[in-house]
């Protein structure tokens, strides 16, 4: 059985210590498009030789920096074919500003398994901690395994967060590179789904697609740019749950709702008649 339930909830992962310097934060920023503005004082915060300034999304690569295998999905009670997982959710909480560099120890678990009758769902939080004993963030997010339910166990939520009724306050556009996923991957997801024409065929899809969570870290700093000048410090968390893929190249539309300290969004794909990317996207201000 890929998926035993009993085993799988619950169970702790393994721990990871990790470490960053801010050659890989300027990399991660790059692998978002950072620079394309390249004179520009504010854009060039992110690309500071010494002390760059750290999108809280940064937490979703930290700890797999310079991993260069193609991830597995094995874990306590789950065993799934990469090429039948997408992912689900992501967020990130930040309890402080992440440095430009530093030493950090992650603990997880997977904190809830769902089965979708043909599908499943699971769920992972990690806690991450610095050398000095603090906190820095909390990460959770989740997996889609096609064809990997009817295992038993409870099917879960299905929630959906509601857009305000009236017309959004802003609408940002933001291009990506035909290269973006190959030079995200260099963060340390060498998913091939990013890279192999072939094995993207054979998951389904037409060619190659971008990581999601690239696509969740150029929200991210989309959002942040236009809406919070620039200034990733007042980004305190950053929720998207991936409702549709993007491919490199192409040009991503997200309207964006104020609701007192938390900024809402839908995103979707301008050249493919605005096909969903991203939903229920919450950035919570600081």
Known sequence: MPIDPQIALGAALPSREFSWTPTDVQLYHLGLGAGARCTDPVELRYLDDSEPQVLPTFATVAPTLGETAAPRVSFPGVEIDLAKVVHGHQEVVVHKPIPAAGKAVSVGRISEVWDKGSNAVIVQEHTVTGADGEPLWTARSSIFAKGEGGFGGERGPSTKAELPDRAPDAELTTATLPQQALLY???????????????????????????????????????????????????????????????????????????????VAVVTAVDRDDAPVLGDVTLRIA
């Open 185 to 263: 991957r260099l963060c340390g997801d060498r998913n091939p789904l990013h890279s192999d024409p072939e094995f993207a065929k054979a998951a389904g899809f037409p060619a190659p697609i971008l990581h999601g969570l690239c696509t969740y870290g150029v929200v991210c700093k989309s959002l942040t740019d236009v809406l919070l000048d620039g200034d990733a410090t007042r980004v305190a968390g950053f929720r998207a749950k991936f409702t549709g893929v993007l491919y490199p190249g192409e040009t991503l539309r997200t309207k964006v709702w104020r609701e007192a300290d938390t900024l």
